[in-house]
């Protein structure tokens, strides 16, 4: 009886075994290059270079992709299972020679998954005339986000 006392828990409450949630790595050091946020569970899905904040420096708007499918809740608490994606923002400081971290957000860029029909929505980033704009691409239509003075 003893024996099957641990197997008879798991199968009433399999949820102990995967109850763990996804949970995102927080970005808040100062680097001096976007490799340093890489590691083997984050990749540069995309990037872009250029002045965001006005003062004749280089930033860097970067979107990282996890490298394996997690279960998020995503708006109106509808489950997606894809690879999360972060959005973020570094803004370059020439006094310590670094970027500081502007921005880190976790929901702002769409999933695979979340393009309808198309699958994958994203299409990209660019810093033009200190606008960050982000692309989505549907089967139809497409949606462009500018983001002035973050």
Not at 19 to 36: D, H, L, N, T, V
Not at 81 to 89: A, D, K, N, S
């Amino acid at each position: 009886m003893k024996v099957l006392s641990p197997l008879f828990y798991l199968i009433l409450f399999p949820g102990c075994i995967f109850g763990q949630s996804f949970s995102f790595p927080e970005f808040r050091r100062p680097i001096k290059s976007a490799s340093e946020l890489f590691s083997s569970k984050w990749a540069l899905k995309d990037s872009a270079m250029g002045d965001l904040n006005g003062d004749h420096r280089p930033d860097m708007a970067l979107i990282l992709e996890y490298a394996d499918t997690a279960t998020e809740s995503r708006s109106r608490d509808i489950e997606n299972t894809g690879r999360p994606r972060i959005l973020m923002i570094l803004f370059w400081d020439s006094v310590d020679r670094s970027f500081e971290v502007a921005v880190q957000n976790n929901t702002f860029i769409l999933r695979e998954g979340e393009g309808g029909m198309a699958g994958d929505p994203y299409g990209g980033i660019r810093i033009q005339h200190r606008v960050l704009e982000i692309n989505y691409e549907f089967v139809r239509e497409s949606l462009s986000v500018s983001l002035r003075d973050v």
